[in-house]
Each structure stands twice: as C-alpha cells, then as structure tokens.
C-alpha cells in the first residue's frame, strides 16, 4: 500500500489533496495545527470512500517537535499498515497575510520563515530516511513568488519565503535523485481556502468582495478551487508523472495572464 503524507489538510488545498490521494488508493497520514474539526472530516470524507487515513497534530512552526512527530509516524506506519517506510510527502502548512514593507516587525517575518521556510526544511529532513527510495515530495508554493507572478504590495515577507522554498524545491530535487526521489513545487493563485492570516482572520470568508477583482484578473474567469490543485499535487506526486522533478507548476488559471 502506497502511504502519503500530508501536511496542513484540515482544509484547503491539503484537504483536497488528501482525498485526491485516497481516491487513487493511497493511504494518508493528514496533519493540522488549530483546527481539529477540520481534520476529523477529512478522514471522514476519506473513510465513507472507502479509504484510510489517519489524523496528527503538528505545528510546522516549532522545528523542536518534529523528532517527536516522526515518532509518531513511525508508530502509525507500524500498527497500522506494517510498514516502516512512506510514499510521498507534501508541505502544504501555512498562514496568509500582508503587511506593508514599512510595517513588517521581526516577528512576522520570523513567523513567516518558520512556518512557511524554515518547517518545510527540517520537516523534510525529520521525515526523509523513512520517505523510500522512489518516492516524491510537493511542496505548495506561491505564484506571488514567480519571476513572472504578480507582485503586488504587502506580501514581500510572504513572498520571499515562498521563492525561498522554490529554491530549496530545485535543491532538494537534486540531492534526494541519487535515492530516486522527485521533488516538485506547485504555485496556486488565488484559491478559495480557509488560510488564515497571523491574526487568525480567515481569508475569502471575512473578505468575499475581492472575488469578483481576482476572477477578472484570471483568465479562466474564476478564481481557484481547492480541487483544481488538489488534483494537480496528486497527479504530480503518481506514477504518471515519474519523469517530472525540479519543476515548479503554476496552477492559477492564468492569474495576470
């Protein structure tokens, strides 16, 4: 049995990812941060698939935890499916929000680097000897972070970290080959989720009027669900794309086209 792991899948992006993933038969190991609800129906809705998945608190800010959560992930793999290695791995955990240059404190952007930089890193390296040889990695970036992204004002912070993991993306494509292992990076444009900023306010929820603005500024006349990268990431990470690595895919429906 193919095992993913899937971090940030109480909702969004991560949660289709998830159930994209058990649709095609791999079990998922799903993690969230604050919202445990969130995560209980996403096993749910894998569990009345047919599917199994199973739920762990993580967060992905706070690098001291993750030899402890490795743990538990060794134990899972154990008592559930008899195995000591997993298939795939996808760094999805992150929080929205802007700031204007002139207003960024060190503290957000130190929130940023550890959430959005800094734990994909040391999350991955936690997790890698149990990833096997073969297996593949997503790590959900930004359009914001594109050379030929939008750049709009009050996301430098945000941004930089999400073009810092671009680059660790392209790096850890070319370390992890030597074991077989794919690494690549999606890049959503705006995508209806439940990302939070730092202040807990939930994005397109508490600010539905700028749908209409970011559906005329798409192509495709719409903004983004989290199916339409859900699918992609799953695709990404299956046999079907086992000639792709290093690569970052925009998945914005021609967002600023």
């Not at 402890?68 to 999805?92: G, K, P």
């Amino acid at each position: 049995m193919r095992i993913a792991i899937v971090i940030g899948a109480s909702s969004g992006i991560g949660q289709s990812t998830a159930i994209q993933l058990a649709k095609r038969g791999t079990a998922v190991i799903l993690t969230y941060s604050g919202n445990q609800a969130g995560a209980q129906d996403t096993v749910a809705a894998i569990e009345k698939d047919g599917g199994a998945a199973v739920a762990l608190r993580l967060d992905v800010g706070r690098s001291e935890t993750f030899p402890a959560f490795r743990e538990q992930v060794v134990a899972i793999l154990r008592d559930t499916w008899q195995q000591d290695t997993f298939d795939y791995l996808v760094n999805n955990a992150g929080f929205g929000g802007m700031a204007m240059f002139e207003d960024t404190t060190e503290e957000l952007f130190d929130k940023f680097m550890r959430v959005l930089l800094k734990g994909p890193y040391f999350l991955t390296q936690a997790l890698l000897p149990l990833l096997t040889d073969g297996g593949a990695i997503v790590n959900v970036s930004s359009n914001s972070a594109l050379p030929t992204g939008l750049v709009d004002a009050g996301y430098s912070a945000y941004a930089t970290m999400k073009g810092g993991l671009n680059v660790l993306s392209r790096y850890m494509a070319k370390e992890f080959a030597t074991r077989g292992i794919r690494v690549n990076a999606v890049s959503p444009g705006p995508t209806r989720t439940r990302l939070a900023d730092s202040s807990g306010v939930v994005g397109f929820e508490a600010y539905p009027e700028v749908i209409p603005m970011l559906a005329a500024k798409t192509a495709l006349g719409r903004i983004g669900e989290p199916d339409d990268v859900g699918m992609v990431i799953a695709t990404l990470l299956g046999e079907e794309s086992r000639w792709i690595t290093g690569q970052n895919i925009e998945v914005s429906g021609g967002f600023d086209l």
